[in-house]
């Protein structure tokens, strides 16, 4: 579409975040915006350790992005964001305002819509991990375009064990059965792994939250020696310009 670089820089994106430390935040944005292809003005940050979500932070808004975070787990932390945030994410749903949500965002958004969020570290995954399409996501919108099977990086305790109808289970992998969700008709996902992170990203917030994580010298070696580099950030350029730039034209 002969358009479409011009309505791409027009977008207006909210990222949600609830991260304690500034350079994180800044952190979250900078790779979005390098995976997106997009300036990061074209978001405004929510910091909800600051601002609790309303409603009409939706207005004049192309798509709401739901970050990750080392400080927050859905499923043992109740903040005083996670309601508002919850019955804004519905919100969005309602409206068919696209949305993502990526680790505790993915959390969040399953947990909103009634799925079963669950502390579960032995489920859980730390380093660069194989993500498996599902039959709907091998023909997804966003994923479909990636190998049946791919690495990506996770780095997650909190696991969602279910999701209701009628969400669709787009990944799974070895550890951890829901890795991506969507709706069927909506432009509303989730995902568990984390697309816009290659190697050296990854290792920059696993340094800073070594503390969740990697606790010992010797398990954060064994983190950092198992770490690859992953080629998978053109899933946030898919649904900018797959869902997002369609709706807006």
């Known amino acids: 579409m002969p358009a479409m670089p011009e309505t791409r820089q027009k977008l207006k994106f909210l990222l949600f975040e609830a991260r304690l430390e500034q350079d994180m935040v800044d952190h979250e944005l900078g790779c979005l915006a390098r995976a997106a292809g997009l300036p990061e003005t074209r978001w405004r940050i929510v910091d909800l350790t600051?601002?609790?979500?309303?409603?009409?932070?939706?207005?004049?808004?192309?798509?709401?992005?739901?970050?990750?975070?080392?400080?927050?787990?859905?499923?043992?932390?109740?903040?005083?964001?996670?309601?508002?945030?919850?019955?804004?994410?519905?919100?969005?749903?309602?409206?068919?305002?696209?949305?993502?949500?990526?680790?505790?965002?993915?959390?969040?958004?399953?947990?909103?819509?009634?799925g079963r969020v669950v502390r579960s570290p032995e489920q859980g995954e730390t380093g660069t991990f194989e993500v498996i399409l599902t039959d709907e996501g091998r023909q997804d919108t966003i994923l479909g375009h990636l190998p049946d099977r791919f690495m990506a990086q996770q780095g997650h305790n909190d696991v969602v064990e279910d999701v209701p109808p009628p969400f669709?289970?787009?990944?799974?992998?070895?550890?951890?059965?829901?890795?991506?969700?969507?709706?069927?008709?909506?432009?509303?996902?989730?995902?568990?792994?984390?697309?816009?992170?290659?190697?050296?990203?990854?290792?920059?917030?696993?340094?800073?939250?070594?503390?969740?994580?990697?606790?010992?010298?010797?398990?954060?070696?064994?983190?950092?020696?198992?770490?690859?580099?992953?080629?998978?950030?053109?899933?946030?350029?898919?649904?900018?310009?797959?869902?997002?730039?369609?709706?807006?034209?």
Not at 78 to 91: C, E, G, N, V
Not at 224 to 233: G, H, L, P, S, Y
Request: charged share 25%; glycine share 6%; proline share 6%.
């Open 50 to 114: 600051k601002e609790l979500p309303t409603l009409d932070m939706l207005n004049g808004i192309d798509a709401i992005f739901i970050g990750g975070t080392g400080d927050y787990s859905v499923a043992k932390d109740r903040p005083a964001f996670l309601d508002p945030l919850a019955d804004l994410t519905l919100a969005a749903l309602d409206k068919s305002l696209p949305a993502l949500g990526l680790c505790y965002g993915f959390h969040l958004m399953a947990k909103a819509v009634g």
């Open 168 to 249: 669709v289970w787009l990944a799974t992998s070895e550890r951890c059965r829901w890795q991506a969700l969507k709706h069927p008709d909506k432009p509303f996902y989730g995902l568990q792994f984390h697309p816009e992170l290659g190697r050296d990203d990854f290792m920059v917030r696993m340094r800073k939250y070594a503390h969740e994580y990697a606790a010992t010298p010797d398990r954060y070696q064994q983190i950092d020696d198992q770490v690859k580099d992953t080629r998978i950030q053109d899933v946030i350029e898919k649904f900018i310009d797959k869902i997002v730039v369609p709706l807006r034209s």
